[in-house]
């Protein structure tokens, strides 16, 4: 089983505050993307990496993909409450299943 | 376009029992992955069907079963209920044709067994 460890398991911020969520593992994947889920909805699509060493930028989310792709790790820059949720990583294999991370829970106090 | 939907999105049962719930994808999309999720355990892979046959399977009991019709619904069905099934069952579409093609994802479907 590949497992998906994310850290911090809950966080609370201050609106403009910086944060960063990471997501490790002892194995290797393909691709890995991250989601942001809300209450009462299914996960939605954040973004998706596949090189090691890769850096995405959405707007104040930046995606980091690790070089030996073990590992990821989410930055977002001056919080806003609209980003409170749970932020998932996705290890992909190449196949169309993913394994999910445990999950990052962040609430963006105004 | 209509997102992913399913139904019901609550569901109250009892151990022994069983369930079926269903989903129906994107129109277009030929692949429905099915996930359970738990406070627990998080997130983990039941199976993906494409095109009528099921492509991939994760690691759950033979209890938990799927199919998908021609029209790529897909329902799935957790036979002889166990109360640590209680969880958010949410399906994801997809064209299912490339790798790492967005999987969308619908609200899920709440069940509680007592």
């Known amino acids: 089983t590949q497992l998906l460890e994310q850290s911090p398991q809950f966080l609370s911020i201050q609106e403009g505050e910086n944060l960063t969520v990471y997501c490790n593992s002892s194995?290797?994947?393909?691709?890995l993307q991250w989601y942001r889920q809300e209450p009462g909805e299914g996960p939605v699509l954040l973004v998706t990496?596949?090189?090691?060493?890769e850096v995405k930028k959405l707007k104040r989310l930046t995606f980091q993909f690790g070089d030996a792709r073990k590992d990821s790790s989410l930055h977002i820059t001056a919080a806003q409450p609209g980003d409170t949720g749970l932020y998932l990583c996705?290890?992909?294999?190449?196949?169309?299943?993913?394994?999910f991370g445990t999950g990052t829970r962040l609430t963006v106090i105004p | 376009k209509a997102g992913v939907t399913q139904t019901p999105r609550y569901l109250i049962k009892t151990r022994g029992q069983q369930v079926t719930l269903s989903c129906s994808p994107i129109s277009g999309h030929r692949s429905v992955s099915w996930y359970q999720q738990t406070p627990g355990q998080g997130l983990q892979f039941l199976f993906e069907?494409?095109?009528?046959?099921?492509?991939n399977k994760g690691n759950f009991p033979g209890r938990f079963s799927g199919r998908q019709f021609s029209n790529s619904r897909s329902e799935m069905n957790v036979s002889t209920l166990e109360l640590g099934d209680s969880a958010l069952y949410l399906c994801?579409?997809?064209?299912?044709?490339?790798?790492?093609?967005?999987?969308?994802f619908g609200p899920g479907t709440r069940l509680l067994v007592l």
């Open positions: 990496v596949v090189t090691g060493g």
């Open positions: 194995s290797v994947f393909s691709s």
């Open positions: 069907y494409f095109s009528e046959t099921q492509r």
């Open positions: 996705a290890g992909g294999t190449g196949a169309n299943n993913l394994f």
């Open positions: 994801a579409s997809s064209l299912g044709t490339i790798r790492l093609e967005t999987q969308y």
